[in-house]
């Protein structure tokens, strides 16, 4: 993609991400609504298994992703200074990368556990 098509590539990640998410919760809340785990060995259980566990994987890459999208284009359609945006943009790119070692942390305690 061109320079000029940066902006293109971001608007198709939020709206990929947020359809993802969407239907993600969706199936989520139809499954625990029909299925609730009665302890944790079955939520862990239900976790825990390799569908879920990919689409838990998937879910949480797309909202990160989709946190990252909407903060930068704030960050950088509202802070002028340039050393105090990058400065903002590596805090939040920190904290997403942070929680998303968390994320994976869970779900293979999950996995293994």
Wanted: hydrophobic residues 60%; proline residues 4%.
């Amino acid at each position: 993609m061109s320079r000029r098509a940066s902006g293109l590539r971001a608007w198709v990640l939020q709206r990929v991400s947020a359809a993802y998410l969407g239907l993600f919760v969706l199936y989520a809340i139809v499954h625990l609504s029909v299925n609730p785990p009665a302890d944790f060995a079955q939520w862990r259980g239900w976790v825990g298994h390799p569908a879920v566990a990919i689409a838990l994987m998937l879910f949480f890459t797309s909202l990160l992703l989709h946190a990252w999208v909407g903060v930068r284009d704030v960050l950088i359609d509202y802070v002028h200074p340039t050393a105090i945006r990058v400065g903002l943009l590596i805090l939040v790119g920190l904290g997403l990368v942070a929680c998303g070692f968390w994320v994976l942390e869970v779900l293979l305690a999950a996995r293994m556990g």
